[in-house]
């Protein structure tokens, strides 16, 4: 149960390395990376690119810098990039696409991440550059964080990258969770990589390593992705240490998710029969569960959580979120019921 006593259902990045993978860390065969001979990098890049079914990957230290570098190159300044309006890169990444692209990102309203393809054909632009920054690509992000780890239907996937092929533009997955939505679907993650130009995902989630991310994408785009991010600061040394964890995530960690969505599924169901709470559990169909306090204010909820070993994170005014992993186990998500129960 939880660690050192705490249920702690923030994030799934508050996950700590198993047993292999500190292990693998510690016997890592390791290079300069920036020269790019770390052997461990360069093996988990090819492993990461084979996942996608790209051409190549590149590991980077975060989410955040792997979806920059992606748009750094795709979009660039003065140019516009057509995001979902609660997106990450929207919403949760310090303004980067202002910031460090210069572009222009448009907001788009969605059906729980999927953006109509009327709303995406409205707000497309070419042409006359003085007044209008010319569209460039469309970042989508699967799962959704926002919308409680909602699956983007491959579908809509198809339609949207069908759009971007008409367009002639990029696009660039935040795929930070992606392998739960291939569990969800019961699909490879490159069933659903495959309607993308670049896709970034994450290691140091659900997925238990303790830091990084990879953009995989097409050979060229890579090469490129490596300067920018040395620019960005990114360029670490011997990271075969870190990467060695990401192989054991990649070959070892995959198929347990589908636990994280079981025990979500359950802890949905019982906050549903809380009074004081609002929640649909048919909306929960990965590892994360969003819901709605009606009595009481956040603050005074997460504090009491607190003081009975459970941790939740607010997510905006009335909402609150609690996210599934490795380091919950059953005994977590009874304990956070009954506290539940309690404090509301
Ligand atoms: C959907 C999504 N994209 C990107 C990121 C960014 O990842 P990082 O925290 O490694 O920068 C996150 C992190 O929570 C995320 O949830």
Not at 269 to 281: A, C, D, T, V, Y
Request: aromatic fraction near 6%; charged fraction near 25%; hydrophobic fraction near 40%.
């Amino acid at each position: 149960m939880g660690y050192r006593g705490i249920s702690d259902f923030r994030s799934d990045t508050v996950t700590r390395p198993t047993e292999e993978m500190r292990k693998a860390m510690y016997e890592a065969e390791v290079g300069d990376d920036v020269m790019r001979d770390d052997p461990t990098v360069l093996r988990l890049e090819e492993l990461a690119a084979e996942l996608m079914g790209k051409e190549a990957a590149l590991f980077v230290p975060s989410g955040t810098m792997g979806n920059t570098i992606a748009l750094k190159i795709a979009v660039g300044e003065g140019y516009e990039v057509l995001v979902e309006e609660k997106s990450h890169i929207y919403n949760f990444e310090s303004g980067n696409v202002a910031r460090i692209v210069g572009a222009l990102p448009r907001p788009l309203p969605s059906n729980r991440g999927e953006i109509p393809l009327e709303v995406l054909e409205e707000n497309f632009h070419i042409g006359e550059r003085v007044h209008v920054p010319p569209t460039r690509a469309l970042a989508l992000e699967d799962t959704h964080n926002y919308w409680g780890g909602a699956v983007l239907s491959l579908d809509s996937l198809e339609k949207a990258y069908r759009f971007t092929r008409e367009k002639g533009i990029h696009l660039h997955l935040d795929g930070a969770r992606i392998f739960n939505a291939a569990i969800a679907q019961g699909v490879e993650a490159k069933e659903i990589a495959r309607y993308s130009d670049t896709v970034m995902f994450c290691i140091s989630k659900g997925l238990s390593a303790p830091v990084g991310s990879l953009l995989a994408g097409p050979k060229e785009f890579i090469e490129q992705a490596i300067s920018v991010r040395k620019y960005l600061g990114g360029g670490m040394r011997q990271v075969g240490i870190l990467a060695a964890a990401g192989i054991v995530a990649l070959t070892k960690m995959v198929d347990r998710l589908a636990e994280d969505h079981a025990r979500a599924k359950k802890l949905a169901q019982g906050l549903s029969g809380i009074k004081g709470i609002e929640i649909n559990p048919d909306e929960v169909q990965t590892n994360i569960v969003i819901f709605k306090l009606t009595s009481m204010e956040v603050p005074r909820f997460l504090e009491g959580l607190k003081k009975e070993g459970v941790l939740a994170l607010g997510f905006g005014p009335s909402r609150v979120r609690m996210v599934l992993h490795k380091d919950i186990d059953d005994q977590d998500v009874e304990k956070a019921l009954r506290a539940i129960s309690r404090i509301v």
